[in-house]
């Protein structure tokens, strides 16, 4: 059974950072496009980033590039996101996704697995 769990989210304040890491019970996790999407109260899931199964191609969103940052260790099967200057707007909860796609990877459909999630919340 494929297991994507996410930690690291909290409460920080505006202009503040944190670290979210993913842990995944996938096998052949380094075959794997990994993703990171959030979802705020009352939207819809919106993807974040996304890193190709050899960290060759990463992706974000226009309004997180150079704020957060993607990378994976194939190693240890995890996946993080450094998330710097954090806005309250950055409030949502963060979801962790695999896929075997290496394009579009900006979109929910090219995700096979998906972690519960991890809270983070930005005060002004």
């Known amino acids: 059974q494929v297991q994507l769990v996410e930690s690291g989210g909290g409460l920080v304040q505006a202009g503040g950072s944190l670290r979210l890491s993913c842990a995944a019970s996938?096998?052949?996790?380094?075959?794997?496009?990994m993703g990171w999407f959030r979802q705020a109260p009352g939207k819809e899931r919106e993807f974040v980033a996304a890193?190709?199964?050899?960290?060759?191609?990463?992706l974000y969103a226009d309004s997180m590039k150079g704020r957060f940052a993607i990378s994976r260790d194939n190693a240890k099967n995890t996946v993080s996101l450094q998330m710097n200057s954090l806005k309250p707007e950055d409030t949502a909860v963060y979801y962790c996704?695999?896929?075997?796609?290496?394009?579009?990877?900006?979109?929910?459909?090219?995700?096979?697995?998906w972690g519960q999630g991890t809270q983070v919340t930005v005060s002004p």
């Open positions: 996938l096998s052949t996790f380094s075959r794997y496009s």
């Open positions: 890193i190709t199964w050899s960290s060759g191609n990463k």
């Open positions: 996704a695999a896929g075997t796609a290496i394009i579009r990877l900006s979109l929910l459909e090219k995700y096979d697995f």
